[in-house]
């Protein structure tokens, strides 16, 4: 016990954990203080609301909320969607509950008979009986409607997830690799109690500080709810919230919400011991970041990517992804094909979630007792000798930074692996058209660009023709064809019907036109917009996000350790002895991150580039940008191709001033564990938190890498953020910037 409460101390007396623990606790209060679930109806209005709730009948709980929001809401369009539009549905579905129930089991029970298209005992069969008797013990519940923003805040709390996947991942780094970093390692292994009880106790330590850090990161969300919008009556079903409709568990709102942190907490508990594994097995700490960065990316992309109905469903069930959401697994009943039998998706879950905690717990011991740590350097560096030409010993400043960093650092594995990403991810992409947006593309390849009268001219004859095919149509339909006319008659009508299709089309070309004509900016054009929209990120963020994501990550492997590794080694002081040791050894290794920086860059966005410019037409790169619908209120007089110029040339030079932020902090960093968590927490976080909300596409170096800046960014984040990278590189620059201040000076 003694040991562990020293790994504990260990643990807290670290800096870098501790500063890094501050400031997602504060980031998670600042989200959970200004989560808006309505925007626009203060949070007076929503508690009032619910206050009246409690005491309220289901039949008058709609008229009292109109009452009530008219009191705080001035808007007539915000009257119009709340609360009507908010709570109607959900009441109506609260009140018809019983009736949903009946007809599952109804409908289940009439799929689960004996037919010709169906075998005995099959899946399919055995699955609607498995379904009939799931909703056994809710049939009779009676849920009552209350709004339930609080206890939503806290169930889909991503980002907080985020956070706490982050802290666990600086967390397992610290508690195992230290020890190493130093050299302690070695000496504690010949103790006595330096290998099974040292193993324990760290294990320990890291399981107290990530159930302390999981109570206060989510109990704050939990707090922050139950202040701002209530919690309800906790002893309710379940089934009261809407989006737990479809449960089949018969439990009270109170006790789902402590199964929820329970579910978290020993899923996070997972995470930190397949963490301890992969830092335990290999000596270098880079490798042990980018190990767990690419098992953290294939666990996501299988939830995301994997259908419930697919047949490898069961990989959604059984990876961190789900374990960590277990609202995913309660708010509806599912099962998965286990040997051709029906097993709820809840039991499957928690049952590999026993069996991964007991193997990984014997794995971790087994591992940290042999010590057989893996040296990713030298068996990488081995691998390296083979594909590259022996390098002779040289004294070149420039070659020994290059060699280091992109063969000792590994900067040049990564950057082979993003390359293949970026090829795979080029492999999968797909073009997204469907059936409307080809035939919109078609009027627009008749009559794109200015429009003329002989567009007006040919929108009026199409008008004309659609008119005399509709009434050809219904006349054929009360026609009955003679036996010999029967094939020219079917014909016919496939030939109306297909020209039909392209009505919605035609509106869609009718309506943008009128707005064309109707706006004062006469230079406006019709244009293919869906190319434009998907090389600019109009239509969604998300997808652009995550490639900014994969960017900083390979970005924090390859720069990282650029001179934080000579700093934690003491090499630093030896080199600023030398020559070249301090203004020119910097400048170099900016010019080699600048170097990776565009690297990067080409590898994650070249692909996406490549693939639009091949499969979408893009046309009329003279157009005025406005030309494009979603971008009808920019305040510019860009053409759409300067405009797509702009947004690529601020994405490439926003990955330029990352990679040197992320040097100038490896330059700042005692050791490569604090340049590992500065870097990530200023930007993969960030980024990361852009995916599950859209709270920081606004802020700091967001919206730049990901190209919505002109859209979505404020002048006073430009400047914040341009002041603070011009701070940290003139304290990174240290005597550099000081001398030549001094040579300007004696020059004036």
Known sequence: MKIALYELYKALKSKVLLILFVALFLLNLALSATYTPVLGVPDECIREINKVYLSTSEEEKLSVAESIANKYIKDNVLQNIFPDKKYEDKLNRVKNYNTTIRNIKSEAEQRSKPSVFSKENSFTQLSFKDIFTAYNNVIENKPSFYPDYGTERYINSADTDLMMLVFVLMLTVIVCCRDKMTGMAAVIRQTPK??????????????????????????MVLLTGT????????SRCIQSIPQFMLCNINMTVGEYLVIHFLFKTSAFFIVVVVMMIICTFLKNVAAAFAVISVCSGVSIWLYTSISDISAYNILKYINFCCFISPHQLFYRYYHLNIFGKPVSALTVCVITTVIILIMALLIYFAVYYSRRAISASGKISEIFSYITVKRKLSANFVVNEVYKTAIAGKALLVLVVVAVIGFCNYQNMSAGYDSEQKRYDSYVAQIGGEVTDETLLFLENEKLEFENIKLRYEELLTQTPAESDYESYNKELNDITKKLDYENAFNKICDR????????????QLVFEEGFNRLLSVNGYKDDFLMCILATIALVLCISPMIAFDNQRGLTKLLRTTEKGRIKRFAIDGVITLVISAIVFVAVWLPEFVFVMNNYKLSFLDAPLQSITALYGMQTNETILQYIIRVYLIRFFSMLACGFFMLCVSKLSANLITAFSVNILLFVLPLGLCVVSESFVVIWICPYLSGTAERSASPANLIITVIIFIGLILVAGGEGVKKAVEKIGKRF
């Open 227 to 234: 202040i701002r919008f209530g919690l309800g009556d906790l």
């Open 194 to 219: 330096g290998r099974i009880h040292s193993a324990g106790a760290k294990l320990i330590a890291c399981f107290l500080l990530t159930v302390t850090s999981a109570v206060l990161l989510y109990g």
């Open 513 to 524: 036109v009128s707005v064309i004509k109707s706006d004062k900016n006469s230079n406006l």
